[in-house]
């Protein structure tokens, strides 16, 4: 976009001293022009697109979980100055023998303070994770004490869209969605904590991931990193 505009910026400047030619400025600054608009207009309706999916994928969470209330922790800083919230949720679960969390990671426009609350639907969040979090204080330096929630639970048409395995990494499983959605999903690995000699060799468990699946088991297996290819 920014081409064409400075584009015809040159065309405009070298023909400013060529007064004698108005037909040949003319049909050049027409033309130029409306290379500028279509591509503009390309431009705006991709935009307006990833847009639309972008909040079919936030309101499809919220409906699941419901619009549960985070809690930021923490930020962290990128070399660009831009910012980051860590925005955590606790889940109340009577039948769970792990501490499960909703984690957001969100640009923050400002620098919120740690400790503000936000509703999810406020969270226009780059990365949603699902996690199992053992030593919950590394991740909670300031001492932050969260309220259980209950979630929703809400299945709907994008948590029912099939996943399907694309990588596997020392750490991880890579899924995407294999329908209309940008949806990547990594499930991380745990770590093992028993030592034998199947295990020692790159320190997670040994787990079997189905080729193919809804992205709710994704979501429920609480080793969850989704984003959004956009």
């Known amino acids: 976009m920014q081409n064409f505009y400075n584009y015809n910026n040159n065309e405009l400047t070298s023909y400013n001293s060529s007064w004698d030619q108005p037909n040949i400025f003319s049909e050049s600054l027409q033309f130029n022009s409306d290379q500028f608009s279509q591509s503009n207009y390309i431009d705006k309706t991709r935009s307006n697109y990833n847009y639309m999916i972008r909040q079919d994928i936030y309101n499809s969470i919220v409906e699941?979980?419901?619009?549960?209330?985070?809690?930021?922790?923490?930020?962290?800083?990128?070399?660009?100055?831009?910012?980051y919230g860590l925005y955590y949720c606790k889940i109340g679960c009577m039948l769970c023998i792990d501490n499960r969390y909703l984690l957001v990671i969100a640009k923050d426009d400002e620098e919120i303070p740690v400790g503000t609350h936000m509703y999810l639907s406020n969270l226009n969040w780059i990365s949603f994770q699902t996690r199992a979090i053992d030593d919950f204080e590394t991740v909670n330096?300031?001492?932050?004490?969260?309220?259980?929630?209950?979630?929703?639970?809400?299945?709907?048409?994008?948590?029912?869209?099939?996943?399907?395995?694309?990588?596997?990494?020392?750490?991880?499983?890579?899924?995407?969605?294999?329908?209309?959605?940008?949806i990547i999903v990594d499930i991380m690995k745990k770590k093992s904590k028993e030592k034998n000699i199947y295990n020692m060799m790159d320190g997670y468990e040994k787990e079997y991931y189905t080729p193919t699946c809804s992205l709710q088991t994704l979501l429920e297996s609480y080793q969850c990193v989704l984003t959004i290819d956009l």
Do not use: A, W
């Open 141 to 182: 330096p300031h001492g932050i004490k969260l309220k259980q929630q209950v979630l929703k639970n809400n299945r709907n048409t994008i948590t029912d869209i099939e996943m399907k395995i694309i990588q596997e990494l020392n750490d991880r499983v890579r899924y995407e969605c294999s329908e209309n959605y940008p």
């Open 64 to 83: 699941y979980f419901g619009d549960v209330i985070f809690t930021k922790l923490n930020f962290k800083s990128t070399s660009d100055g831009t910012i």
